[in-house]
């Protein structure tokens, strides 16, 4: 059975940071694209960033350069290191896993509450 587990959500004043986790179990962790997605009340869900197997990273606009993603492939966790937060970068954070060929094979955390004070 697929689960994700996040951890490192909560509050912060904006200015400051997070660092949250997504740790994996029951897959080949190697095989899968790692996505973090938010989702603000009232808003629709947006992609964060991503990161393949060998590394290579993409971010939404409004994030680049202030949040940097990475993954441990023996520790099978993914990381999002967010920095410079804004109030606008409250929203409940997701951990996703799509297989690199095959995207049936999609799984969710159950997410993270992020909330930054103004």
């Known amino acids: 059975q697929v689960q994700l587990v996040e951890s490192g959500g909560g509050l912060v004043q904006s200015g400051g940071s997070l660092r949250l986790s997504c740790a994996a179990s029951?897959?080949?962790?190697?095989?899968?694209?790692m996505i973090w997605h938010r989702q603000a009340p009232g808003k629709e869900r947006e992609l964060v960033a991503s990161i393949f197997s060998r590394g290579g990273t993409k971010y939404t606009d409004s994030v680049e350069g202030r949040f940097t993603i990475s993954r441990d492939n023996v520790l099978n966790t993914v990381y999002l290191q967010m920095n410079s937060l804004k109030p606008e970068d409250t929203a409940v954070y997701y951990c996703?896993?799509?297989?690199?060929?095959?995207?049936?094979?999609?799984?969710w955390g159950q997410g993270t509450q992020v909330t930054v004070a103004s």
């Open positions: 029951g897959l080949v962790f190697s095989s899968y694209v």
């Open positions: 996703n896993a799509r297989h690199f060929a095959d995207n049936s094979q999609d799984y």
